[in-house]
Structures are given as structure tokens and as C-alpha cells.
């Protein structure tokens, strides 16, 4: 018999770590209409952010919370305002555009910056033993934080003005302007957002993945999966979407092989597109 | 005596999409408070003379809303590029498009500039109410009340307040999109094509509604094809063909005017 307990806990501590990077993909999408290829290397900066701010200046965890989430942010920022803003009417210059930025970013990194570091920044330890499995703390945290960020944004874009003008936007755009809603400052904020929410992740992802400069091209592809199966411009599609994209991969590798990882999403995917292709583009954002 | 003040000041304006000239120097003024109609038939250009004056399409000339120039209220940088743009991506010319939306969307509503557009470009994954709801995003104050007057002037809208934009029907749409605009406590109105698809019943309703801002002191641009429809509500008429102004006056005036009469009057 196999143990199904662990491999419960590691699907949800998958999809919660999914679900952050995939939110911020959607919304992107959704507003926008453009694929963020760089969304990968967002999170390999808020990694290395976190990592050299806080053990690199001794700032320990604040230091490193800080950094996965302001260095991304202005990562964000500076993607939109200095590459998108002038092309973002033109979905394959964005896609050939992040593309570009996010090799230079990763190569960069990779040039320059340590890899193979695993430490346990935040947390450490395992929990006490609960009917048999004890769950590792950074584990806990990572599906406290993914819940409550993503219930955070829930009640932001179906509460605040903001978030009423950002759902506005991604309906119609002309509609927004005529009501006297800024699109790209909408714009500007949803890269931002996500960009903070993929270097939250990257900050997650450091314990068990390592610092490496394409740590974060996994978690895009399965993000791919994700906000295809779930519905692009769907937030919630995408939080289902991530824990079902995760269960799948922990189930592969504990019931199948190991050396599987990452295969069984790409053909979810596969099966996705051919089943219902008209979900890729052309939707807006949803709560 | 000049009591009243020029809110928009329109002169020689030109717009070309590509190759197509679709206005060829146009020229008028819009006092506080007048009712001014631009009437004409099938691309005539009544849609890019609204697009122009709400800032969705570049132009030469000038077009100035409270003294401030159009094309200025967005970000001068912006029109730059897409300058630079329209000569090299051929299919993207004249419009502004999201990029070039930045500052200029919060200025001109919020200076009272409000567009209902002949698209209606509602939510349409919005309930009606959020619909209503987001006219007040930029010009807060009064919702409820404001609500109260669009819902006695269309009670449609308020029978189906919870239901998806969407799923209205044509003529609930365009009653939405109107409600929509008048939220956002308009100081200038702005329509292209309210009656389109309208019954009869509900033109009715559109043009009491119109009287009853107008007299409240709303200032109206009504671009329309119906050319009774407006001539009943404007005090001044501009009938444009191929992009240029081919009569002018009041519609006293013009309704005595056999060119009218004949093409567009039917009589
Ligand atoms: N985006 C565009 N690209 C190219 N040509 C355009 C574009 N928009 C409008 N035109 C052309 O400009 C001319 C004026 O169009 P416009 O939509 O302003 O007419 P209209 O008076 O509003 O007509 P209607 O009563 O049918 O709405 C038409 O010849 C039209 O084909
Ligand atoms: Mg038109």
C-alpha cells in the first residue's frame, strides 16, 4: 500500500507554490493580453534577491522577505514601462520581448551569481509528528502565505475600486478609458503584482529547488499548464488549475518515477489544448 | 453679450486612416449648454468626429475642451510614437490605442468629457449595477442619487440590475451605455449613435432624457443618423458628407432646405 498522506501534503504544497506563480501569469494575460516569458526569471530574482539580501547582509528572514518581494516589483516596473508600454498592443513582439529579457536575466545570473545554495532562509525544522508524517515548517508556510495572498487578492479585485477598474480593464479597455480608467497605470500595477507574487515563490522555492539561474523555468512551464487548463484571465481557474497541475506531477513522481517530472503536466496540457484550444486567448480576468 | 462659455473648440480638423481621409477640415465651435447634432449618412465620419474629440484617434488641427488641446491631455510622448509607428505598422494608423490611453483617460472624464460610443463598449461580464457603478470611478458624489435618476429614466435597467451586461438585449445595452455615461455626471455628452437599433418606444425614452439633461445644464454632442431624432432635440445641426460639413444652421433652418429635403427627409 502506499502511503497517500504524504503525497496529499506535498500536492497541496505544490499547488499553493503553483498557484502563486500562475495567479500572477493569468492576471498579466488577463489584463493585458500578453504572455510574460520573463515571468520564469522573475522568480529566479526574487530568489536571488532574497538570498543575497538576507544571507549575503546578514539581514536573515525580513531581509529576505523584503527582497523577494521589492527587487522583483521594480523588476516588474521596469519590464513594463521600459519594454512593454511601447509594444503591448502586439502579443508576439511581448512573447519575443520577455523571451529575450528573460534569457539575458538568467544568463546574467548565472554568470554572476552563486548557485547551488540551499539554505533554509526562513524556516527550518519539521513539525511534531501528526497520525504518522510531520510536514517540514517551510512546507506550512508556503501554503499559509500562497492561501492568504491569494484570498487577499480575491477580496482586492472584487472590493476596492482598484480591483472593480482592473477586472474593467481586462472586459474592455475602451470601456475603461470612457469611464475614465487609466489602463496603463492598470497595466503597470498588474506587472508589479505579479512579479511580487512570482518572487514570493522564488523565495519558496530556494530549500528545495536551490538557487540556480533557471530555477524558475519549470514553475513557468507548469504555469503554462496551469492557466491553459484553468482558463486564461481566470484567477480562480488558476488556483484549481495549480493544485491540480501538482497533484498530477507528485503523483508521477511517487507512484510512477521520479524521472518523470515535469512530462505528465506538458501532456495535461497537450490534452488541454486539443480538447478545448479556443481557451488560449481572448479572455478576460475572473474572479 | 457672451454669456456662455466655449467648452469645445474644433478647427480644420483632420483625420486620415491610412490612405482614407475620413474628416477634411472641420471646423465648429460647442458653447455651455447647447444641444449641437452632427447628422449624415453611412461614413459620413460622425464616428471618427467622436473618437477624435474624446481622444481615441490623432489628427491634425486643433480640437480643444476647456482650452486644453485634445492630443495634449495624453501623453505628448505617447502620440509621438505612435507617429513614428503608424509609418512603419500600416494597420495600426490613426488609432490610439491602449498604450497612448494613459494619462488622458483620467483628464478628460474627469473634466466632464463623457463618450457614449456607437461599440457601447459596456462589461460585459459586469452585472448592470457595477455597470452604473464604474460611470462613477473618476466622478464620485451623489451615486445613489445619480442612480435613483437612471433608473427612473430606464426602468429596464433597474428591473435587470443583477443581471450580465452581456446578456442584455441590443436596446438594453444601449440604455446601459447611456446610463453608464450620465453616472458619470456628464458635463459634456458625447453620442455616437444612441438610437441605433432602438424602438420607437425607447428612442422616446432617450430623447426625454436628453431634454431633461439638457435643461439641467448638460452640455450635448449627439452624433446620429436619424436625422428627425435630432433635429428634434439640437438647437444647431451640422449635416456632414465625406468627411466635411454640407449644411449647417438651426433646424428650423435646415428643415426649410431643399437639399435636405430631398436626401435626408424624404420628402
Ligand atoms: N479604423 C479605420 N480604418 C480605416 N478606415 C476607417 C476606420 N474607421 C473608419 N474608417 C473609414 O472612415 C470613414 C468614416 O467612418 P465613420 O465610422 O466615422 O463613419 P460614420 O459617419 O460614423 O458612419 P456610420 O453612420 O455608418 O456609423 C469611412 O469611410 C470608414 O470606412
Ligand atoms: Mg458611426
Redesign the interface.
Known sequence: MVDILPIVISSIVKGSLYALVAVGFTLIFGVGGVLNLAHGATITIGAYAAYLIGEGYALGAPGAIAGAIIVPGLFGALMYIVLI??V??DPVIVMIMTLIASIGVESLIGQIGPSGQQPQILVSGNTPEVLGVSVQYHELLIVFVSLALIGALFLYVNRT?TG??I??TS???????????????I?LWMWVLASVLAGIAGLFLIPSEGLSADMGLWPLIFSFAIVILGGLGSIRGSVVGAYVIGTVEVMTTSLVDPKLTGLTPLLLLLVVLFVRPSGLFGQ?V?V | MSGSETLLAIDDLEVTYGKVSALRGVSFDVDQGDFVAIIGPNGAGKSTLSDAIAGFVDYDGSIEYLDEEVRDRMVASSVDIMRQQNRTIGERIGTLTDRYLTKGARTMVRDGLIYCTEKRNLFGEMSVQKNLQLGTYQRKGNVSQRMDFVYDLFPVLQERRDQLAQTLSGGEQQQLAIGRALMSNPRMLLLDEPTLGLSPRVREDIANALTQIQQDGVTVVLCEQNVTFAMDLADQVYLMENGLFARQGNPETLRGDEYIQSVYLGE
Open positions: 508600454r511601447r503591448q498592443d475600486d472593480r477598474a477586472l474593467a472586459q474592455d479597455r475602451k470601456g475603461a478609458f470612457l469611464v475614465g480608467i487609466d489602463s496603463s497605470r497595466n478576460e475572473q
